[in-house]
């Protein structure tokens, strides 16, 4: 799959809603409503999965009608599916905007130039957004803030960001 076709999460179906057909949809977009727009929404093998033909806000995402769905039971049957877009289906960030799958396979250098890894992920585990690091040298993963102090420098088009791993508790700051 080239990079700009790789897909983007924007939502998960929560189940039926009502006894009319109505499925819910949990939304992982900035603008819930932004859902209807996206047509076809895709599995994560990139198979259709659901098309929203209309929709209202709900307090997690929308409540609507897909073209696949006639019953609260064919609704229900999809609980916990997963929905996708292509990335190029997404608006264009503005200047200095991106998204943050965006930072995925980006070389993560140390301030002196040192490869460090390469972004595997993005992860944000309530506290706050977390990159996960696979090292350029092999071993585990390790993760990142992703804060302006762990990462002051972004080089989106050059394919890289700058990284200051947080000091070990026990370890020093060299003097």
């Not at 073209?67 to 916990?80: H, N, P, S, W, Y």
Request: hydrophobic share 40%; no cysteine.
């Amino acid at each position: 799959m080239a990079d700009k076709d790789k897909l983007i999460l924007v939502g998960q179906v929560a189940g039926g809603f009502g006894v009319k057909g109505e499925v819910r949809v949990t939304a992982y977009t900035a603008e819930p409503t932004a859902l209807l727009g996206y047509g076809v929404l895709l599995r994560a093998d990139g198979s259709p999965g659901l098309t929203l033909t209309s929709g209202r806000p709900d307090k997690n995402g929308v409540v609507g009608r897909a073209k696949e769905i006639a019953t609260k039971e064919q609704a229900d049957a999809l609980r916990g599916l997963k929905l996708f877009i292509p990335r190029d289906r997404l608006p264009e960030p503005d200047e200095d905007e991106f998204y943050l799958t965006d930072l995925v396979g980006l070389e993560a250098r140390e301030p002196a130039g040192t490869v460090l890894g390469t972004v595997k992920s993005v992860q944000n585990f309530g506290a706050g957004d977390m990159l996960e690091i696979a090292p350029a040298l092999g071993g585990p993963t390790w993760y990142l803030p992703f804060t302006r102090d762990a990462v002051p420098e972004l080089h989106l088009a050059d394919g890289w960001l700058e990284a200051v791993r947080p000091t070990e508790v026990g370890e020093r700051e060299p003097d």
